[in-house]
């Protein structure tokens, strides 16, 4: 039992890092200008050719975010489910991320208006906040619904309330941007400078070492409140770790690449079944490297699909992130019966 | 009284409000201390209070000397051990994972096992007999084994108190006791204290040192079982008002039969009790007799019987006795014998059976209930 175990987790890792890696490089490798892998490999470690600025100012940096973000949306996915053990929450569902946009939206406009440049970490606190406020008030109607199901309608209702009032404020607000800003709100990985890639990296990564080393207590937490208090877990300074790491992350990406939908819910569960484990000191590490696969996958999808016009990323999330929650609530029903 | 972890004027209740005020007791290691009373009487509240898990509204609660609010989290959390009712989440758990998780506050930052913490998980396996399942998924085992499992988590947490509410409930009598062997191992073993509170007071009375009732927002008594268990007073306790209670056996009887009786049992021996029991639950009013104070039979005929003919322990029935089970006899127009052993102080009993035979009185039981079912249609 003990070595399949270790065995899955074995293949279970190399499966992972070797689809990251195949994605980098198809994803290098595709779109409207065509390059051949012996061309990359050129182009990588020489940074000459006729091709090179595609790949150096436009891929690559497009790439690592979408590694990045995706990795931050799952491991944010992950944290939710556990901090309401509801394993549908996720970001996005929760209206978290809406909540982040809507925020975003108010201050750049309200910026832009005045024709102030809005620098990276500007951005991320605005979502930021916005995150933490919406995330207060899926934490009021936790408090009140013990339901998992009314977790999530109150949460997607906070989602379509954020939204709302986002549409509105564009539609009234007057610039040329505007139309930067719509895009945007649909979420896409586009138009990333390697500035942003910086930015993400130095909130992404941090984040991502503070949850890796709260591996232990997120164990603990899993089994339950009164369990994780008994096992030594000062659970008030814990539940608010877990709510700005969470926030955090789910800030970083709506900050960069709008909202994106389902990666929260889906990898972490498809995680859960390839590693057969819930154990966080395994499924930190490997829910950040799921998304990363899952949203390079997409990115590509979004990319190719439709070219030279592109979908906006969410879309192709939808496409296979929902059926996985479909599957999610089914099975449990079942477990339930 | 040197107690390992006790209450000190401990006020107990939920957003500041008292439910329990004043609340003093305590038990030394080595020893159970039980907590018993009615459904909703505030038994977890204590429980959950002692744990650290409710904030105490007054007075402490002391572990080994200290207050236990003084202690750091994982200082508790290597002296006291818990089973709760709440469900333990464990997904994708094996049951030595979940066991696994008692040690907990031995690990290091990562929460990885050494060598030396995957022994005490297996040898708390061992403890409570779980090795057959231990591989097994932990959401797909029974509830008695699934409580065993956790008294297990709380054996190789290696803790100095459990702290464990109801942890039989749910779980049918087999394994009832399979848990409170473990459990009273433990305590002689590795010298634990155990807080516990119990639903089924025939065994609190057998297994623990100390019990503590808890009932109408207060601690109502607080003693050596011996001192607890008494008729009137668990009667009292839970409000019993239809049936009775025998502390001495643990068994409660249901409320006897109303109106006239309309058959004498003749009983002893323990005999009688099926017969008492059965006409209880067809609704027969009763009497029975001659039965010694210190006959099985008695307890129960008492409970359940309109009318006893009985004589004082240790006393052969006199002719006075005789005369009046003759008498109710004659009353009752049918009678049931429960014994054909007849041996030298039952005499009365053989004499009270021929006078039926003579009467043709006799009867079996199945008879009279069918004889009641047809008068009934």
Redesign the interface.
């Given at each position: 039992?003990e070595k399949r175990g270790h065995i899955r987790l074995w293949i279970g890792f190399a499966g992972l890092f070797a689809a990251l890696i195949l994605l980098v490089i198809w994803n290098i490798n595709a779109g409207s200008v065509h390059l051949p892998v012996s061309e990359i490999i050129e182009i990588l470690f020489s940074r000459t050719g006729d091709n090179a600025a595609i790949v150096w100012n436009i891929r690559l940096p497009r790439i690592i975010s979408a590694l990045m973000l995706g990795g931050a949306l799952a491991l944010s996915g992950f944290l939710l489910q556990t901090f309401f053990?509801n394993p549908i929450a996720g970001p996005f569902i929760l209206g978290i991320s809406s909540g982040a946009k809507l925020i975003l939206s108010l201050t750049l406009i309200g910026f832009l208006s005045r024709g102030v440049a809005v620098s990276s970490f500007a951005l991320i606190v605005a979502a930021f906040l916005g995150a933490i406020l919406s995330m207060g008030f899926v934490l009021a109607i936790s408090l009140k619904a013990k339901q998992m199901s009314l977790l999530i309608i109150g949460g997607v209702m906070i989602g379509y309330i954020c939204s709302a009032i986002t549409d509105f404020v564009v539609t009234f607000a007057d610039d040329a941007n505007i139309i930067n800003l719509h895009h945007w709100s649909q979420g896409s990985f586009s138009g990333m400078s390697w500035s942003n890639v910086g930015v993400m990296v130095i909130v992404v990564i941090p984040v991502l070492i503070c949850t890796f080393?709260l591996?232990?207590p997120i164990?603990?937490y899993?089994?339950?409140e009164?369990?994780a208090?008994?096992?030594?877990?000062?659970i008030r300074l814990f539940r608010i770790a877990l709510i700005i790491l969470s926030s955090l992350l789910s800030a970083c990406v709506t900050a960069f690449a709008g909202p994106i939908s389902f990666v929260g819910v889906a990898v972490p569960h498809l995680i859960?079944s390839i590693f057969?484990?819930?154990k966080p000191?395994i499924m930190i590490p490997a829910c950040f490297l799921g998304g990363a696969v899952f949203c390079l996958f997409c990115d590509l999808i979004a990319r190719t699909a439709v070219s030279p016009a592109e979908l906006s990323i969410s879309s192709v999330t939808a496409v296979f992130g929902a059926p996985v929650v479909i599957m999610v609530m089914l099975r449990r029903q079942k477990?339930h019966i | 009284m040197d107690y390992y972890i006790s209450t000190e004027h401990m006020t107990v209740g939920y957003d500041g409000v008292p439910l329990i005020e004043d609340i003093q007791i305590g038990v030394s290691r080595g020893e159970i201390l039980t907590l018993i009373g009615p459904n909703g009487s505030g038994k977890s509240t204590i429980l959950k209070s002692m744990i650290r898990q409710l904030k105490l509204i007054a007075g402490t609660v002391v572990l080994d000397g200290h207050s236990i609010s003084e202690l750091s989290e994982r200082e508790l959390a290597k002296k006291l051990a818990i089973v709760m009712t709440e469900r333990m989440r464990a997904e994708l758990m094996t049951c030595w994972d979940v066991v696994a998780t008692g040690r907990y506050p031995y690990t290091g930052r990562l929460g990885l096992l050494s060598a030396e913490d995957r022994q005490k998980v297996d040898e708390a396996i061992r403890m409570v007999h779980a090795e057959d399942y231990a591989e097994s998924p932990f959401d797909r085992i029974s509830d008695g084994q699934r409580q065993r499992l956790l008294l297990a988590r709380a054996i190789c947490q290696e803790p100095e108190v459990i702290v464990l509410d109801e942890p039989t409930s749910f779980l049918d009598i087999r394994h009832k006791m399979e848990l409170l062997d473990v459990l009273k191992t433990m305590v002689s073993a590795r010298n634990v204290a155990v807080v516990m509170s119990l639903h089924e007071l025939d065994l609190a009375q057998k297994v623990s040192d100390r019990v503590v009732c808890v009932a109408n927002r207060s601690v109502d008594r607080y003693g050596t079982p011996e001192e607890i268990f008494q008729d009137d007073y668990i009667r009292q306790l839970y409000g019993i008002e239809k049936g009775s209670y025998n502390s001495l056996f643990g068994s409660l009887e249901m409320e006897p039969a109303e109106g006239i009786p309309s058959v004498f049992v003749i009983g002893g021996g323990g005999s009688g009790i099926p017969v008492y029991r059965a006409l209880q639950r067809n609704d027969i009013s009763f009497a029975a007799g001659i039965i010694q104070e210190n006959d099985l039979d008695w307890p129960v005929a008492h409970a359940l019987a309109a009318e006893v003919v009985s004589v004082p322990a240790f006393q052969m029935p006199d002719k006075a006795a005789v005369e009046k089970a003759k008498e109710l006899i004659d009353r009752c127009g049918s009678v049931i014998c429960c014994t054909d052993t007849f041996g030298e102080c039952n005499q009365a009993c053989k004499e009270l059976r021929e006078y039926a035979v003579s009467r043709s009185l006799l009867t079996e039981p199945s008879e009279l209930f069918e004889k009641v079912k047809k008068e009934e249609k």
């Open positions: 039992m053990a080393m591996s232990k164990s603990a899993q089994l339950g009164v369990y208090q008994n096992m030594g877990v000062n859960r057969k484990t819930a000191i477990d | -």
